[in-house]
């Protein structure tokens, strides 16, 4: 039970380290790269390839800008890839776009801009389809989510 995480520049680094709490609250291992489809891409392409041989089963990939990495990520892998849009230019949404708009056959689940624990919480959903004990843990998240929230709430609030 492992996820990898990618994302394009070390710049977005802090922006990513959602997905790995909330994989951590999962007790899901991972490993983060930092890794460019531009810059880089014979090193991105074997790091797909060890991540697909060493039992990984999802890919989280942040990127901003042209936002290409989780695309080409998809492109040379059948793992499912989680794309996380980063604001970089255009208050994100080029990203979000580019991300979301990925051609027939090629899917890249997308979250949120900058909303990479929401990637890290799909992931935890995707695994928890395979693996019982993932299943419970997450069903205690949201009843206790639930609850927090209610007691939270129950008195009304002060305007």
Do not use: W
């Not at 990513?16 to 890794?35: D, P, R, S, T, V």
């Not at 991300?99 to 799909?122: R, W």
């Amino acid at each position: 039970m492992k996820v990898a995480i990618i994302f394009g520049s070390k710049s977005d680094t802090e922006k990513m380290k959602g997905a790995a709490n909330a994989l951590k609250e999962f007790g899901i291992e991972y490993k983060a790269y930092i890794l460019s489809a531009h810059r880089v891409p014979e090193k991105l392409m074997e790091t797909i390839k060890n991540i697909e041989n060493e039992g990984y089963e999802c890919i989280i990939a942040g990127a901003g800008l042209a936002a290409h990495l989780p695309g080409v990520i998809a492109s040379h892998t059948i793992l499912p890839v989680i794309g996380v849009p980063i604001n970089a230019a255009l208050n994100g949404m080029d990203s979000l776009l580019a991300i979301v708009q990925m051609p027939k056959s090629i899917p890249v689940a997308t979250v949120g801009i900058n909303n990479s624990y929401n990637a890290g919480m799909l992931a935890v959903q995707m695994l928890s389809l395979k693996y019982p004990e993932i299943k419970e843990k997450l069903k205690k998240y949201r009843k206790d989510m639930k609850e927090k929230f209610i007691k939270d709430n129950e008195e009304g609030v002060e305007l």
